[in-house]
């Protein structure tokens, strides 16, 4: 009696059913591990700024004010075009920096003087050095600022490379003005309506926002680059830690500061005042984290209710738009008297 062989395997016809069930299967999965991946990086972005509003509470606490968003020194006898301190060299000690703090010593020390003594190139040493809390995951930004350099300011060209930072402290709902002497607004609402808790050589306390510390932002993100409207990818920059380049302009204020004037995440390329550069976004879809001036973090949606002109922002067109009357503003702004609402 014979039998027959018969042999194990598959049939073309089913190896071919079987990788295109794979490959579906890949397809389902790849978007679902990327979006686990973002909220994981997000998370870790809410962790961030939740330990530096903290630590400016800290600086708070201890100094009765929070820190200034950047500092101008009154002995300087060409103060606008030297490096100044910032609000994130100051809270160092504060989120486990107090060996770095020690060695730099903001305030006793000028950070053009400190820039120009550790300056190799263009690396400034521990200026240059990565500090994890001030970088988002999500970011592509390098660790030392390319795009924020020139530290010292006197030495000009593409000097000492501070280490990047994602996060900076909110200004003004205007313009990137700096002292709150220095907005200019319309005919409107008076513009110290439109100030925010740091400003330059500012001393805010908890007491003057008065709109309440759970309505007011303290700190957001800036991204290091944007896709723009045309397709062409464009450089924002982020921010620096330690200080500004200069206090007398807008763009170097931006180093350590943001204002409302931009849209978040304003992609424009129409944006020829390079408001991209002083505003507030992320790389994270739709929006931006902040954290307010309580301390929580809230994730807000760049479609939020804001007064545009034509080419995106609330400043290029008419002053009058600096008029806080949108929840966007009113949410930089710590004294303007109007609530919130929902966002």
């Given at each position: 009696m014979t039998f027959s062989q018969r042999r194990s395997g598959f049939t073309l016809v089913e190896l071919l059913v079987v990788i295109a069930i794979i490959g579906i299967l890949i397809a389902l999965l790849l978007p679902a591990v990327q979006a686990a991946r973002e909220a994981a990086r997000r998370s870790q972005c809410t962790n961030n700024l939740k330990q530096l509003a903290l630590a400016t509470h800290n600086y708070h606490d201890t100094f009765r004010s929070f820190p200034s968003g950047f500092m101008k020194s009154p002995n300087n006898t060409n103060g606008n075009d030297l490096n100044q301190w910032g609000w994130t060299a100051l809270i160092l000690p504060f989120v486990e920096q107090q060996a770095l703090h020690d060695r730099i010593k903001p305030g006793p020390n000028q950070l053009e003087v400190l820039a120009t003594t550790l300056l190799s190139g263009t690396s400034l040493g521990v200026l240059s050095e990565p500090i994890a809390v001030f970088r988002c995951p999500s970011d592509v930004g390098p660790n030392a600022n390319t795009s924020r350099d020139r530290f010292p300011w006197?030495?000009?060209?593409?000097?000492?490379?501070?280490?990047?930072?994602?996060?900076?402290?909110?200004?003004?709902?205007?313009?990137?003005?700096?002292?709150?002497?220095?907005?200019?607004?319309?005919?409107?609402?008076?513009?110290?309506?439109?100030?925010?808790?740091?400003?330059?050589?500012?001393?805010?306390?908890?007491?003057?926002?008065?709109?309440?510390?759970?309505?007011?932002?303290?700190?957001?993100?800036?991204?290091?680059?944007?896709?723009?409207?045309?397709?062409?990818?464009?450089?924002?920059?982020?921010?620096?830690?330690?200080?500004?380049?200069?206090?007398?302009?807008?763009?170097?204020?931006?180093?350590?500061?943001?204002?409302?004037?931009?849209?978040?995440?304003?992609?424009?390329?129409?944006?020829?005042?390079?408001?991209?550069?002083?505003?507030?976004?992320?790389?994270?879809?739709?929006?931006?984290?902040?954290?307010?001036?309580?301390?929580?973090v809230r994730f807000i949606s760049e479609t939020i209710q804001f007064d545009a002109g034509a080419d995106g922002t609330t400043c290029a067109d008419d002053a009058t738009l600096c008029d806080v009357d949108t929840t966007w503003e009113r949410l930089i702004s710590m004294q303007d008297g109007n609530p919130v609402g929902d966002f």
């Amino acid at each position: 009696m014979t039998f027959s062989q018969r042999r194990s395997g598959f049939t073309l016809v089913e190896l071919l059913v079987v990788i295109a069930i794979i490959g579906i299967l890949i397809a389902l999965l790849l978007p679902a591990v990327q979006a686990a991946r973002e909220a994981a990086r997000r998370s870790q972005c809410t962790n961030n700024l939740k330990q530096l509003a903290l630590a400016t509470h800290n600086y708070h606490d201890t100094f009765r004010s929070f820190p200034s968003g950047f500092m101008k020194s009154p002995n300087n006898t060409n103060g606008n075009d030297l490096n100044q301190w910032g609000w994130t060299a100051l809270i160092l000690p504060f989120v486990e920096q107090q060996a770095l703090h020690d060695r730099i010593k903001p305030g006793p020390n000028q950070l053009e003087v400190l820039a120009t003594t550790l300056l190799s190139g263009t690396s400034l040493g521990v200026l240059s050095e990565p500090i994890a809390v001030f970088r988002c995951p999500s970011d592509v930004g390098p660790n030392a600022n390319t795009s924020r350099d020139r530290f010292p300011w006197s030495a000009g060209g593409n000097t000492g490379r501070p280490a990047t930072s994602n996060y900076v402290a909110a200004t003004d709902s205007w313009r990137n003005s700096g002292n709150n002497a220095n907005l200019t607004c319309g005919s409107g609402q008076l513009a110290t309506a439109a100030v925010g808790i740091f400003t330059q050589n500012s001393d805010t306390k908890i007491r003057d926002v008065t709109d309440g510390t759970s309505n007011v932002i303290a700190l957001g993100e800036r991204r290091w680059r944007v896709k723009l409207d045309d397709g062409t990818l464009y450089t924002v920059g982020a921010a620096n830690v330690f200080g500004v380049r200069r206090a007398n302009a807008e763009g170097t204020r931006a180093d350590q500061v943001a204002c409302g004037c931009p849209k978040i995440n304003l992609n424009l390329s129409a944006d020829t005042a390079n408001r991209k550069q002083q505003g507030f976004s992320s790389e994270h879809p739709g929006g931006a984290q902040f954290a307010l001036a309580d301390g929580s973090v809230r994730f807000i949606s760049e479609t939020i209710q804001f007064d545009a002109g034509a080419d995106g922002t609330t400043c290029a067109d008419d002053a009058t738009l600096c008029d806080v009357d949108t929840t966007w503003e009113r949410l930089i702004s710590m004294q303007d008297g109007n609530p919130v609402g929902d966002f």
